[in-house]
């Protein structure tokens, strides 16, 4: 992939992600929910969401495969959008501001780009390999924080730390850690990109809720380490942040071999 293309690639991907927002908003606490096989909610906004978006990206880039929470893959090759229409869908389903839409684009199953949009607080953060990362243009840098002691360290639910057999190490953070929060799904990871917390851990995770991360925290300046499990559903995890902070914070965790 050229890299001249991505700044091009990206703007698709906002159009895409504007085309989202006029489905999400107008349904914000005003929705119904249901309750997909997986125990895990899902509304129509999420499934307009995903439709408008998979619209725009298959207009603009019929080449390029999609793969996306709700309505799984289509098409072939070594490019492919991942989507996630409504990261957070139990904070919106509840009336909480505190969800997005996750767009990436991966070549040969590396991240080559992504963005982050949290609509109901107007703030969309996007970048590429080589190109560096803004949030609602202005440029965002990942914290350089070295100390446990004095950061602000955010994590997924507890429940993805038992699925992922890392419940041991939720109970030890919580423990030594003097600010351990919960900012969690894409909320979370917007704002270690932006640097107000220093790292975060996220397990139990689909590719479309990695890749955005995973791409655009290195190009904050930032490290990202991703686990694996051998599990069919959320099958990764995430442990990232200020670099010094992530080898601490990989410390704590039983089996922390990518």
Known sequence: MATRDLPALARIAEAASDAARREILPRFRDVDVEIKKDGSPVTEADRAAER????????????????GEEYGAEGAGGRCWLVDPIDGT????????????????????????????????????????????????????????????????????????????????????????????????????ALVLRGGVDAMIDLSLNAWDAAPTQVLIEEAGGRCVTLRRDRSDYPLGLVFGSPPLVERLLGYLEDAAP
């Open 52 to 67: 408008a978006i998979r619209e725009v990206l298959r207009q603009a880039t019929p080449e390029i495969a999609i793969l």
């Open 90 to 189: 139990i904070a919106f389903s509840r009336g909480l501001p505190l969800f997005g839409t996750l767009i990436s684009l991966l070549e040969d199953d590396v991240p080559q780009l992504g963005l982050i949009d949290l609509h109901a607080l107007g703030e969309r953060t996007v970048g590429w390999r080589g190109g560096g990362v803004r949030c609602n243009g202005e440029p965002v840098r990942v914290s350089q924080r070295a100390e446990l002691g004095s950061a602000i360290v955010s994590h997924g639910d507890a429940y993805g730390f038992e699925a992922f057999g890392e419940k041991d190490a939720f109970v030890s953070l919580a423990r030594d850690l003097r600010m351990f929060r919960g900012y969690t799904d894409c909320f979370g990871h």
